[in-house]
């Protein structure tokens, strides 16, 4: 009945064989949850990202499955944000790819996680069709007193803007750093400097119209 963060449980889902039941869940929630004013927003004015596991990326059933959960929920693709991390993406590319293009191809949009973790990754782009590259937290939270934190940061985001892909930082816990990462050109900002985390039924009814009386 205690709510528990990702990085508690995730490990152990992984290490059981467990994920693939997660990603299935949180997708079909997830598409069943999401509010009128959500599936009626116009293009690119409201995201929903959802993370993947390679377990999922390696199950020949995960990609049928989320086809008919897109027609089951009436839900248009182009709400949602599919994110997988760049060691799993390299592990398995001829699966990513034939992944990330066939849901493309309906409208999805698909971010590079972690990305700057496995440096043999930067190679990788030039076969990966993705609209995000999200610059791992662990160089982002040390930008303010690490030089090389702060240059490898600019290195992802120059490389990520000369592809014609849009950055997005994690781990931004202050406005210190979010105005750096402002200044240095990085498109989003991701961490508790920004939004903490809230279940999404919270969210969902933020987004409702208010009834105003007269």
């Known amino acids: ?8 449980f995730i490990p152990a889902a992984a290490r059981f064989g467990l994920m693939r039941d997660i990603d299935r869940y949180v997708i079909r929630q997830t598409l069943a949850s999401l509010p009128p004013t959500v599936l009626a927003a116009p293009p690119g004015t ?5 993370n993947l596991s390679a377990q999922s990326l390696c199950d020949d059933e995960f990609l049928p499955f989320v086809l ?5 929920h009436d839900c248009e693709p182009r709400h949602i944000c599919f994110e997988i991390t760049e060691t799993c993406a390299i592990s398995n590319l ?14 999805c949009r698909f971010a590079l996680d972690d990305f700057g973790s496995g440096l043999s990754s930067f190679g990788y782009l030039k076969n990966l ?14 930008i303010e007193n690490d030089p090389m934190d702060l ?7 120059q490389l990520g803007h000369v592809a014609g892909i849009q950055t997005i930082a994690e781990y931004v816990e202050n406005t210190a750093i979010l105005e750096r990462l402002r200044r240095m050109g ?14 999404l039924a919270l969210l969902a009814q933020r987004s409702q119209p208010q009834r105003r009386e007269a």
Do not use: W
């Not at 409201?46 to 959802?50: K, L, M, S, Y």
């Not at 069709?129 to 040390?142: C, M, T």
């Open 129 to 142: 069709q993705v609209e995000y590259l999200k610059i791992d937290g662990s160089f982002v939270r040390g």
């Open 1 to 8: 009945g205690a709510l528990i963060p990702p990085l508690e």
């Open 94 to 107: 001829a699966r990513a790819r034939h992944f990330i293009n066939t849901l493309r191809a309906r409208g």
């Open 46 to 50: 409201c995201t929903i990202a959802i």
């Open 151 to 157: 240059a490898m940061v600019e290195s992802i985001n």
């Open 68 to 72: 008919h959960e897109f027609e089951r």
């Open 186 to 199: 990085v498109d989003f900002a991701q961490g508790y400097g920004v939004a903490k985390p809230e279940p």
